[in-house]
């Protein structure tokens, strides 16, 4: 048996791998993942046995991103008892896996599109195409970590093999179709960008102006549950208070910034307005002023296994990423690629929130006393 893609979390997996026994007795001797995605690779540990193929890439991003866990942009998950299994049979262009006498050629897309290391798996004798995230039913298209105009010229290409059956990544399976479905929506965003660089909007003016309704996917996306109408009217309203919001940030940002820089458990406080920050030179040259988001980094006297109770015990921070929102965040900067990696573990990324400053000093301030109590 051969497996294209696991699942998330340890129960789907499981339930996965019980429906495949409920149709054969043979084992899964070979695992395929079509990309790095958690939700494609998570559950590659429990394929016992299973030779695992994947893009060199894919391994590569696997190993960066780390093994499940809680992740500020996710409710919480139950992930179960999952170990990072990153797949150990890697090729650079394609690999062809026999089951039985029936050929599968795995094969990287040769662009990013949805992410930077997508393989489809082709079965010629079955005209039978698995798309990974190239594809999904019913949802719109997600090109964060790949690009849209390589998701067009990938999609044009697939759109040559001659295949009757098409696995998404997501959504049921279909026809080739489904194929001009999602390419038509590309095709529509990406023409939309270029008038509207053109005709010098903003992103914001030129998502407005858009006719979203008429969009087939934008129909499935709104079966889904996106109220775009809702979010656009939330953002007008939003902007409206953005001058001053941005004000209060600055400001309160760099009061908490100073004060942590004078306190002598800290190493480095890297907020580009102060001087002694690396790139402060660019700051004062390029910006006009300073925002919400800056990052502090514990010196020698505290221990990395010290920092997540010390980012627990803040009241006034909640914990997570965002950029210029109104609440306090705080945040153990986690296990991603960076230039400079001798910060690991010791670094906390803060977002100032407009809660008064000297509230939220006095609660950095408390965390930072009961360092080494615990
Ligand atoms: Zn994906």
Redesign the pocket.
Same mark, same amino acid.
């Given at each position: 048996m051969v497996s294209v893609d696991a699942c998330s979390t340890e129960r789907r997996t499981r339930a996965y791998l019980d429906a495949i026994a409920s149709v054969t007795d043979q084992p899964v001797r070979t695992l395929i993942n079509t990309?790095h995605?958690g $939700?494609?690779t998570f559950g590659n540990c429990l394929f016992e046995g299973a030779t695992i193929v994947a893009h060199e890439r894919c391994r590569e991003e696997m190993l960066a991103f780390g093994p499940p866990g809680q992740r500020p942009f996710w409710t919480e998950v139950d992930w179960g008892e999952l170990e990072l299994t990153p797949p150990f049979l890697t090729f650079t262009s394609q690999i062809r896996v026999w089951v039985d006498d029936l050929a599968c050629d795995v094969r990287h897309v040769g662009a990013p599109a949805?992410?930077t290391n997508d393989s489809i798996v082709w079965v010629p004798e079955r005209s039978l195409l698995f798309a990974? $995230?190239l594809l999904f039913r019913g949802g719109t298209p997600?090109l964060l970590m790949g690009s849209v105009s390589g998701a067009i010229g990938v999609l044009e290409e697939l759109k040559q093999l001659p295949a009757t059956t098409i696995v998404p990544?997501h959504g049921g399976v279909s026809g080739p179709e489904l194929i001009d479905e999602v390419l038509g929506y590309l095709r529509f965003v990406l023409a939309a960008a270029r008038s509207a660089a053109d005709a010098g909007l903003s992103p914001l003016d030129a998502a407005r102006e858009l006719d979203l309704e008429r969009r087939a996917v934008m129909r499935g996306a709104k079966k889904h549950g996106l109220r775009l109408e809702r979010d656009a009217s939330l953002a007008l309203r939003g902007l409206q208070t953005l001058g001053i919001r941005l004000e209060r940030l600055e400001s309160s940002a760099l009061k908490i910034a100073k004060w942590l820089n004078s306190r002598p458990e800290i190493e480095t406080v890297l907020h580009p307005a102060l001087p002694d920050c690396p790139g402060h030179d660019l700051w004062k040259r390029d910006f006009t002023g300073s925002a919400s988001v800056f990052s502090f980094v514990f010196g020698p006297g505290v221990a990395a296994a010290e920092v997540p109770a010390f980012v627990d015990n803040l009241t006034l921070f909640r914990k997570g990423f965002s950029w210029g929102g109104t609440a306090s965040l705080a945040m153990i900067y986690p296990n991603l690629r960076r230039p400079n990696r001798d910060f690991e573990g010791r670094l906390v990324r803060l977002n100032i929130g407009l809660e008064e400053p000297d509230d939220l000093i006095a609660d950095l301030s408390r965390a930072l006393n009961g360092l080494g109590t615990g």
């Amino acid at each position: 048996m051969v497996s294209v893609d696991a699942c998330s979390t340890e129960r789907r997996t499981r339930a996965y791998l019980d429906a495949i026994a409920s149709v054969t007795d043979q084992p899964v001797r070979t695992l395929i993942n079509t990309h790095h995605h958690g $939700d494609h690779t998570f559950g590659n540990c429990l394929f016992e046995g299973a030779t695992i193929v994947a893009h060199e890439r894919c391994r590569e991003e696997m190993l960066a991103f780390g093994p499940p866990g809680q992740r500020p942009f996710w409710t919480e998950v139950d992930w179960g008892e999952l170990e990072l299994t990153p797949p150990f049979l890697t090729f650079t262009s394609q690999i062809r896996v026999w089951v039985d006498d029936l050929a599968c050629d795995v094969r990287h897309v040769g662009a990013p599109a949805h992410t930077t290391n997508d393989s489809i798996v082709w079965v010629p004798e079955r005209s039978l195409l698995f798309a990974g $995230d190239l594809l999904f039913r019913g949802g719109t298209p997600f090109l964060l970590m790949g690009s849209v105009s390589g998701a067009i010229g990938v999609l044009e290409e697939l759109k040559q093999l001659p295949a009757t059956t098409i696995v998404p990544g997501h959504g049921g399976v279909s026809g080739p179709e489904l194929i001009d479905e999602v390419l038509g929506y590309l095709r529509f965003v990406l023409a939309a960008a270029r008038s509207a660089a053109d005709a010098g909007l903003s992103p914001l003016d030129a998502a407005r102006e858009l006719d979203l309704e008429r969009r087939a996917v934008m129909r499935g996306a709104k079966k889904h549950g996106l109220r775009l109408e809702r979010d656009a009217s939330l953002a007008l309203r939003g902007l409206q208070t953005l001058g001053i919001r941005l004000e209060r940030l600055e400001s309160s940002a760099l009061k908490i910034a100073k004060w942590l820089n004078s306190r002598p458990e800290i190493e480095t406080v890297l907020h580009p307005a102060l001087p002694d920050c690396p790139g402060h030179d660019l700051w004062k040259r390029d910006f006009t002023g300073s925002a919400s988001v800056f990052s502090f980094v514990f010196g020698p006297g505290v221990a990395a296994a010290e920092v997540p109770a010390f980012v627990d015990n803040l009241t006034l921070f909640r914990k997570g990423f965002s950029w210029g929102g109104t609440a306090s965040l705080a945040m153990i900067y986690p296990n991603l690629r960076r230039p400079n990696r001798d910060f690991e573990g010791r670094l906390v990324r803060l977002n100032i929130g407009l809660e008064e400053p000297d509230d939220l000093i006095a609660d950095l301030s408390r965390a930072l006393n009961g360092l080494g109590t615990g």
